[in-house]
């Protein structure tokens, strides 16, 4: 059986990060405040005290109960990488832990993506709208340790600008052990890696991932990161790059990248993969600029930026890996 | 009908890069030279010539064919990750563009990984040893302009430190279309989220990852690129840590850590994942050179450093994204 707890009423959808970039992103920061997602009624009974509830709509999102609410032995909490968005890019293992998994709880676009027979299988479904994701993972954790063994899904990697982390800081400030609800993350292809392979080769030498929003991380940060990256050979994977509320963000590191690289270097933008309004462009670090006030850039967007060798073949980006100073081809 | 049309007499085994780190690295980078990989008789007979077969053991392996060489229509040429390496961490996509292929092309222990349902599948195998992946990728690119449907398969991602770039520096080399062999990367999870995975959440901010391996890329640019990281909030995947001819990388990649990071920075450390000899261990960039010398750190190893804000919690890594700062739980 498969339910949607979400309290809409409660959802503020405005301005967010992201959703499912190369089908591939997991980032579901949130801009504004975000009014979290309501409690599952089906939930585990011992999970009250404020967890998902949380209904102010500030930054703050109070996490409730401990270990010490909880009397039955805790269950498995697995986080779940879906990868590039459809369930063609799933693998076998996050297919098979989704089966295992009693309850699976994530953010309802990427519930949508899951095959019916996962969500018929599953006893629970808690899905919420974009952002909440600190009381959606609470919700998860309480109901781990209430005795059910629970997925946490997102697209993507789960430790890609993802919830493993916060599973796990929010497993130890209640007081729960690791080992014992045999946490484990289940990998999955990253949205990098996804647009990537859409782009082409882009990506074959060492490759730097910088998350453009500012929400979780100071602007001073991203730009200090930038600026050292940007004059050494790595090839750039930008998530999040741009949204309406930070839109100076964007030009910001494009006059990073541009102080330190050639204005023709290749850029690769994959807009909504996965979705209806794909799109992939190529085109270069001048360009870049100008194309932030378009459509295909924004929080649905992950940009490659090539280094001082990539090149373009046939609309795809190439950056050699090094063959070329060592075999005649 | 399954073959390997290894030349066996003709590899060179010796000291070599990489092969499934966290099951997932896709790096075949040979530190000595390579006696290529012997061309395959049951081969397209246009792709004689050299292709594949270079008897030379130095660093020079000729390309022989061109497009002009070959009178088919081309087949479609397609670049498979595998994943973590074991079929499990396979993508269905993956496994869908190995059973549409007709030729499989790949280093041995890779082809050895995939399920029987596909090798029995396929019309023709073409597998090599570790090392003569330019001769490897050329055999790939003729059977593809000879008009079949071929697929090069790698552990990990195609993108990561692997051979989608040189596919297509090799077709344009030959004067073929990636439009006319319909050219498309599959895309797999990469040896830094497998690895992740297994060290629970230490990749959840801004991330690089850089190959130790100075045999294609100047060992002053690897330092210069770890210079312009290491003091940066930039968790770190260390690709190809160790071999016996470059010990040295190690150590000084350490030195250059340890200058910029607390010596008590965690640093988790992957061998032989998804191998019989696996092993995962967690330390700090204080201990982490005098392992060096160890069994854990060899070329099947990846190694993941922390950045200033990352903690073990029941040994397993975390690095917050950043949600504290904010919400409280």
């Known amino acids: 059986m498969s339910t949607d707890n979400t309290a809409e009423t409660e959802a503020s959808t405005t301005e967010t990060d992201s959703s499912s970039k190369c089908g591939g992103a997991t980032t579901e920061e949130t801009e504004s405040a975000c009014g979290a997602s309501g409690s599952s009624s089906s939930s585990s009974a011992s999970s009250s005290g404020g967890c998902g509830a949380s209904t102010d709509a500030d930054d703050e999102e109070e ?16 986080t779940v990488g879906l990868g590039p968005g459809r ?8 297919k098979a832990a989704l089966a295992e998994a009693e309850h699976i709880v994530g953010y309802r676009t990427y519930v949508d993506l899951l095959p019916d027979e996962i969500t018929e299988a599953a006893e629970d479904i808690y899905s919420t709208p974009m952002c909440g994701e600190v009381s959606r993972t609470e919700e998860a954790i309480d109901r781990t340790l209430a005795g059910n063994d629970v997925a946490i899904i997102g697209s993507g990697d789960p430790n890609v600008y993802a919830l493993s982390g916060l599973a796990l800081e929010i497993l130890e400030s209640k007081g729960g052990s690791a080992d014992a609800v045999d946490f484990e993350v289940v990998p999955g292809v990253p949205a990098a890696q996804s647009c990537g392979a859409r782009l082409g080769a882009p990506l074959v030498n060492d490759t730097v991932s910088v998350s453009l929003s500012d929400h979780l991380t100071p602007m001073a940060e991203i730009e200090s990161r930038l600026e050292a990256v940007a004059g050494e050979g790595f090839t750039i994977a930008i998530y999040n790059p741009w949204s309406r509320k930070r839109r100076e963000n964007f030009q910001r590191c494009c006059e990073i990248l541009l102080e330190h690289r050639d204005p023709e270097t290749p850029v690769g933008i994959v807009h909504g993969a996965s979705r209806d309004d794909e799109e992939t462009t190529i085109t270069d670090l001048e360009t870049l600029p100008e194309l932030g ?18 090149y373009v073949f046939e609309d795809r980006m190439v950056t050699p890996r090094g063959y070329e100073t060592k075999y005649d081809y």
């Open 293 to 310: 006030e378009t459509d295909i850039v924004d929080m649905t967007t992950t940009i490659i930026v090539g280094n001082d060798e990539t």
């Open 63 to 78: 996490v409730g109960s401990t270990v010490e609410d909880f009397e039955a032995d805790p269950g498995s909490l697995t």
């Open 87 to 94: 369930p063609e890019g799933m693998t076998a293992r996050a």
